[in-house]
């Protein structure tokens, strides 16, 4: 009898335990059209506290701080004039599992605008944030980190920062944030801000306008991460693989305006310093900690579209018009970045351009790699796949990979530049531009024709058959709208070769389970939908109001279109080509 008392209660303890974990968390609500809080007796339906069960706060920070780690909050459509929305760790979720992440969104089929404009303006500029957490400068650590929240469905604008948070991981999607930018303190501002961020992913958000209003500056910027600043200036100090940007997705997001598109300040380099970067060493072992950057659209940035230098970072099928398009392989100061995959990206206009430094202009820097002996040399490793610069009338190089070089004490035997398309570029003599080299007679010069650098590439790689191009011609189908950034897929590059059919192809350079488009440029002619979609939904709010969750039809791979699915972030699909 005994032992049955025993077995009963273990079961009862047991079960217990099971149904404790198995609680659905929480549905809370923010309403601002009541006048004071209901708790336990908010009526969903009507609005006001002659309900049943539910509760609701008046204030988003009353309902974050009421919340429970799992739960939703739910805003009411409306306007809530608030300011230093402080996000707690306490209320950090666990898990992306279903109750074990914090939600905040609109309530559905409806729009909350968090509207700070006006707001602590005589407060330090800490605390005129929009939604934040800490207060604080962080660098090189996770202190205060937020982590597993989902922010969905809502309008942020009139803050110095729309959000100033540390870490991850984090979801952002189908929100719009906009017009955030104030002259107080430094003139660090703009939409987004997450200091070493971590695992996040950053989707179908429309971004617009963040800056200082009148007088912008280049510490403006609609998205940005903050690096570690663990190796600035070459003096690092160890690397904390669980403290430093990584990993990171940010996909089929609209940004306009400002003065730069995407930043990653600081840059993020991973290992040590003094790094071997060939394979097999241990700088590979982060090979997956690369963030993985992927059809945006980014128009009209005064300064920099796409400014990112990170080791092992994927960077594909963006489109960047009218911006200085560059993908920076370092900042001033910084020791050189290694291995990332450049490929598919599509820079338009004038001052469109792919910036690729060396860090010998300062060569107490380039000290990351000892090639023996104290012989330190500034090698850059990096891919550069069927990208299209469109465009370009400068002279200074459509392409510029290893510039403000004065030092010749570097080499280009691992710079992968192929398969990539000028077009309509005015100097063609001083298309691409190299630095310096002693590497093959005739090869040591700055700028290269397409040619002529053709040329030399096979001389600095020891290969054969290295293959771009310089054609001139209407390759975009229209000059406005979508279809003035989708290509002629029949565009002819001599022969039998078109854009739709002369990219490289092939496996990842070391990525498993990725393929490489055998197109040129961020188009697929098979399935470009998601242009349209990313201009034109996403910039209406009430599309973006009337989402449910779950991707749009219209990514690349998205149901109704040619192609099956494609590798989301870096995880294989079955099906999966383009790496997407």
Same mark, same amino acid.
């Given at each position: ?258 003065? =730069? ?127 299209? =610069? ?11 990979? =290893? ?143 009337? =989402? ?33």
């Amino acid at each position: 009898m005994k032992n049955y008392s025993k077995s009963f209660c273990f079961m009862i303890f047991f079960f217990g335990i099971i149904l404790i974990k198995e609680v659905p968390a929480a549905t809370i609500y923010v309403d601002n059209s009541v006048s004071s809080d209901c708790l336990g007796n908010y009526s969903v339906a009507n609005r006001n506290c002659s309900g049943n069960g539910a509760t609701s706060y008046n204030t988003i920070q009353k309902a974050v701080l009421n919340c429970s780690p799992g739960d939703v909050i739910y805003m009411r459509g409306g306007t809530y004039r608030e300011i230093d929305i402080d996000i707690p760790t306490s209320k950090n979720g666990t898990s992306w599992a279903a109750g074990s992440f914090t939600t905040l969104a609109s309530y559905p089929g409806e729009w909350a605008v968090i509207d700070g404009s006006g707001l602590n303006t005589n407060l330090e500029y800490r605390y005129q944030h929009i939604i934040r957490h800490p207060t604080s400068y962080v660098t090189g650590g996770m202190n205060g980190a937020t982590k597993y929240w989902l922010f969905e469905r809502f309008e942020v604008t009139g803050g110095r920062w729309g959000f100033w948070l540390v870490g991850g991981p984090m979801k952002f999607r189908y929100l719009y944030i906009h017009d955030n930018g104030r002259a107080v303190g430094d003139d660090l501002v703009g939409g987004m801000f997450i200091f070493t961020a971590t695992e996040n992913v950053i989707e179908y958000c429309y971004f617009k306008n963040n800056e200082i209003p009148g007088s912008p500056t280049g510490n403006n910027g609609n998205l940005m991460f903050d690096g570690d600043y663990r190796d600035t200036g070459g003096k690092g100090k160890a690397f904390q693989p669980d403290a430093c940007v990584h990993k990171n997705t940010i996909r089929y997001n609209l940004f306009e305006g400002s003065v =730069q598109g995407i930043r990653l300040k600081g840059d993020q380099r991973f290992g040590y310093n003094d790094r071997n970067p060939n394979p097999g060493s241990p700088l590979w072992a982060y090979q997956d900690f690369g963030d993985n950057i992927h059809h945006n659209i980014i128009l009209n940035a005064r300064d920099v579209g796409l400014r990112y230098g990170q080791d092992f970072s994927q960077i594909h099928n963006n489109i960047i018009s009218n911006s200085n398009g560059q993908v920076i392989g370092k900042s001033d100061g910084h020791p050189v970045l290694y291995n990332q995959v450049i490929y598919n990206n599509t820079f338009i206009g004038s001052e469109a351009q792919y910036i690729l430094r060396s860090a010998a202009d300062s060569t107490s820097y380039d000290n990351y790699y000892d090639r023996g002996s104290g012989n330190p040399q500034a090698h850059i490793h990096v891919w550069l796949y069927n990208n299209i =610069q469109s465009g370009y009338s400068g002279n200074l190089g459509a392409f510029r990979m =290893q510039s403000d070089c004065d030092d010749d004490n570097w080499s280009a035997a691992d710079v992968v530049f192929e398969r990539n398309l000028l077009n309509n570029v005015t100097y063609s003599s001083r298309a691409l531009r190299m630095g310096n080299t002693s590497s093959g007679s005739g090869c040591a010069a700055e700028y290269y024709s397409v040619s002529s650098f053709n040329s030399c590439s096979n001389i600095w790689r020891n290969t054969s058959g290295v293959l771009n191009w310089d054609v001139n011609g209407t390759l975009f189908q229209e000059t406005s709208g979508a279809s003035q950034y989708i290509i002629f897929g029949s565009f002819g590059l001599g022969g039998t070769s078109t854009v739709a059919n002369a990219g490289i192809g092939g496996p990842h350079p070391y990525l498993s389970g990725i393929s490489l488009p055998s197109y040129i440029g961020a188009t697929n002619p098979a399935d470009n939908a998601w242009v349209n979609g990313v201009l034109t939904d996403l910039s209406s709010v009430a599309w973006l109001k009337a =989402q449910t969750g779950g991707d749009p039809s219209w990514i690349e791979g998205g149901e109704g279109f040619f192609v099956p699915r494609q590798v989301q972030g870096f995880k294989k699909v079955p099906g999966a080509t383009n790496g997407n």
